[in-house]
């Protein structure tokens, strides 16, 4: 499966996941509590040039930040004219910063980094015996493994209405993509424990 | 926790994430394409359970925050848990939660199909429209700053098309349940 991590050696790269990610929280409180539009206008120009300094491509950049943005200008759009423009104006500047922020962690941080810390902060939960912090490295491999056969089984089902002259819906194709899925949980769960892979 | 309810929420999580691939459900009379993934939220809770759905839903924004682009529209990575929709995004796992619950407590195998189809669409419409859109346009309206009566009712032009997913939801949560049951009946 396509990540959203791209490969480099720039001063993001090399920094810890660890340090990225409690960044990246410490940037999302500390930019709600900035009320004024000059210091935000300046932390803005500051994510700009963070995420420039990843040195992704432009087409890259736009690809990543287009979705997002939209959905953002909208809403500030909609805030100027709804409240005033200037809680429209502040809304923008702090939701595309932490927008640019993130979309720079992101580029540069590798998923297993990122399981690892998942992992790490879990362990408080461990311990409270609330779930076993290696059962969510387990789970998300095993989503991973298992969305490729799900979309084949899609695409069959689709294909087999299809044979038939009838008219793919989705809810002639979800209920027998759902049974027949989840039909193979005993076996993939008896093969999971036959191995020992959770102790 | 046994290692099959892993599996399943694992199982079903693929199948949500599938649901944001998959082209937009087309309904051929309303023009806007309504995406899948949240359909698989109501029916996480439905088909699995309170606990297994949450698990499911869980999944997927673990995956979506370590980086894979797996909702719908190709998004993805820990900015969106930073952007101003994120609460419908959080939201998917009280609704998985709200909807399993009501699920597990409406309906015995005992019920006409007819009520327990009507019990899975009233499950589907608190868990996932309720629940759902009150976490969602809180965050909007205060991620924005536009106000929550406002925030309200500009939500309310995709209520339609979430409810026509809660009798999708409905529909197949039924037909699952009677295929393949795994709702944790209680009496």
């Keep these: 499966m396509k990540t959203l991590y791209a490969e480099g050696d720039s001063i993001l790269h090399r920094a810890s996941a660890r340090s990225k990610l409690v960044g990246l929280l410490l940037a999302g409180i500390l930019t709600f509590l900035v009320t004024s539009i ?15 300094s990843t040195r992704l491509g432009l087409k890259d950049l736009l690809r990543r930040l287009v979705p997002l943005a939209v959905t953002i200008s909208i809403l500030c759009g909609l805030t100027m004219l709804l409240q005033t423009v200037e809680t429209g104006i502040i809304s923008l500047l702090r939701l595309t910063l932490l927008l640019l922020v993130s979309t720079a962690v992101t580029a540069t941080t590798a998923i297993s980094d990122v399981m690892d810390e998942i992992t790490a902060a879990a362990t408080p939960l461990e311990r409270l015996g609330l779930l076993r912090a290696a059962d969510i490295g387990l789970a998300i491999g ?58 | 926790m046994a290692t099959k309810d892993i599996v399943l929420a694992a199982l079903f999580a693929a199948i ?7 082209p937009a459900i087309s309904l051929g009379f309303i023009p806007v394409p309504v995406t899948a993934q949240s359909l698989g939220v109501m029916l996480a809770g439905a088909v699995l359970g309170a606990k297994r759905g ?25 900015g969106v848990f930073m952007a101003p929709t994120t609460g419908y995004l959080i939201g998917w796992a009280f609704a998985a939660a709200v ?25 589907s419409v608190i868990g996932g429209i309720v ?3 009150a976490l969602g346009i809180t965050w909007v309206a205060f991620f924005t700053g536009i106000g929550l009566s406002k925030a309200f009712l500009g939500s309310l ?3 339609p098309g979430d409810i026509l997913k809660a009798g999708i939801a409905a529909l197949a949560g039924r037909a699952v ?3 393949y049951p795994l709702l944790p009946q209680r009496a």
């Design chain 2, 16 to 22: 949500i994430i599938l649901l944001g691939i998959v």
């Design chain 1, 142 to 199: 095993l989503v991973i493994r298992f969305v490729p056969e799900v979309a084949e089984r899609y695409e069959v089902l689709r294909d087999a209405h299809t044979a038939r002259g009838i008219r793919p819906k989705t809810l002639s194709l979800l209920v027998p993509l759902i049974i027949l899925t989840l039909r193979d949980a005993d076996e993939i769960a008896a093969a999971i424990d036959a191995r020992g892979v959770r102790r």
């Design chain 2, 99 to 123: 909807t399993g619950y009501l699920a597990e407590r409406l309906i015995t195998p005992e019920q006409t199909g007819l009520t327990q189809i009507v019990y899975f669409f009233i499950a």
């Design chain 2, 131 to 133: 629940v759902l859109y």
């Design chain 2, 157 to 159: 032009i995709f209520i």
């Design chain 2, 54 to 78: 949450v698990m499911a839903t869980l999944l997927v924004m673990l995956i979506a925050a370590i980086g894979m682009p797996i909702l719908a529209g190709g998004r993805g990575g820990i």
């Design chain 1, 38 to 52: 000059p210091l935000l206008i300046g932390l803005l120009v500051a994510s700009a040039l963070l995420l420039l």
């Design chain 2, 177 to 179: 349940m009677v295929g």
